[in-house]
């Protein structure tokens, strides 16, 4: 079983400042080759992956081979709903894989989101997560595999989740071929809206912010030659 490594040249104090003015910062080239390229080819072969939007009745979460199969008029209204609600309300539309948080899991399976997950939570991780974000010990949380196609997207929020006591968030990019054109966007929204910076999809980076900030991520076009990929998450 392959054990996934960070880029043995990284240099995590190179980043510390931008994050300390800024509050954000994207890290370019975290993992070693090998490493980057098992974690995109292991979600790209997957089947199992779950369409996810929320309802008015809450989650909503079918397989999307499930979803692939039901009736086009039935797709077609919940797709209106999700852009309606959107217009209005907190809404969010993509296909996800849940991160492994148990350590027994880890271990006993080769699956790349177990490995990834044994990442996040190593010392090395950590080590690496401290210099850059100033917190003494950040503790991965939670994640999840992310795929955004055509449609897909996630409206502003700041993922300040009572209970959570979440320090920053995390975007880990697994995207070779992106072109802004295309959406898939993760936007950081000024205080009121009348201003947005962006980070176009790539692949190999880690996008590191403080929580909260707010944030979105664009519709993906018809255009997009493939999925948005990443792996997304929380530390506290």
Do not use: C
Request: aromatic share 10%; net charge negative; hydrophobic share 40%.
């Amino acid at each position: 079983m392959m054990t996934l490594q960070l880029d043995p040249g990284f240099d995590p104090t190179a980043y510390a400042m931008a994050y300390a003015a800024h509050g954000r910062v994207r890290i370019s080239g975290l993992l070693d080759e090998d490493s980057a390229e098992a974690l995109y080819y292991g979600l790209k072969e997957r089947q199992d992956w779950w369409h996810l939007t929320n309802t008015v009745d809450g989650v909503l979460k079918m397989p999307v081979s499930e979803r692939a199969t039901m009736k086009r008029k039935r797709r077609r209204r919940l797709d209106q709903e999700a852009f309606e609600r959107a217009r209005r309300d907190f809404q969010y539309r993509y296909e996800s894989l849940h991160v492994p948080t148990d350590i027994s899991d880890r271990e006993r399976d080769a699956d790349v989101l177990h490995r990834f997950a044994a990442l996040m939570a190593s010392d090395a991780m950590a080590a690496v997560l401290r210099t850059i974000t100033g917190v003494a010990a950040p503790v991965f949380s939670d994640g999840h595999a992310t795929a955004y196609g055509p449609g897909d997207f996630l409206t502003v929020h700041d993922d300040d989740v009572p209970g959570k006591n979440r320090v920053a968030a995390y975007v880990y990019g697994l995207t070779p071929l992106w072109r802004p054109e295309w959406g898939g966007i993760l936007f950081f929204h000024g205080d009121d809206d009348a201003s947005v910076s962006g980070l176009v999809p790539r692949f190999n980076t880690l996008d590191l912010f403080a929580v909260p900030q707010r944030h979105s991520v664009s519709l993906v076009t018809p255009s997009a030659v493939d999925r948005r990929y990443a792996i997304t998450g929380w530390l506290s």
